[in-house]
C-alpha cells in the first residue's frame, strides 16, 4: 500500500502542464521497477481530482493575497 502524505493539504498550486490553478491534496511515492517517482494528488478549479508527477507542479501565490497581508 502507498503511504501519502497530507500536510502540505490544501496548498494552492500551479500545474505546469496546463497552467491552472489547483489545491494539493496529498503527495506519494510511485515505485517503478528501476526508480522511484514523486507524485502529488490534486484538484482542479472543477473538482475533478488528477494525480500528476511532483515536477510538473509548482506553489502558487496569490498576488491578491501578497497586496492584501
Not at 34 to 52: E, L, M, P
Amino acid at each position: 500500500m502507498v503511504e501519502k502524505n497530507y500536510k502540505l493539504y490544501g496548498t494552492k498550486i500551479l500545474n505546469l502542464k496546463s497552467q491552472e490553478i489547483g489545491l494539493l491534496i496529498c503527495l506519494w511515492e510511485n515505485k517503478f521497477a528501476d526508480k522511484t517517482v514523486d507524485f502529488a494528488t490534486c484538484v482542479d478549479k472543477t473538482g475533478k481530482r488528477y494525480n500528476i508527477e511532483l515536477d510538473n507542479i509548482r506553489g502558487f501565490e496569490d498576488d491578491f493575497y501578497k497586496a492584501n497581508s
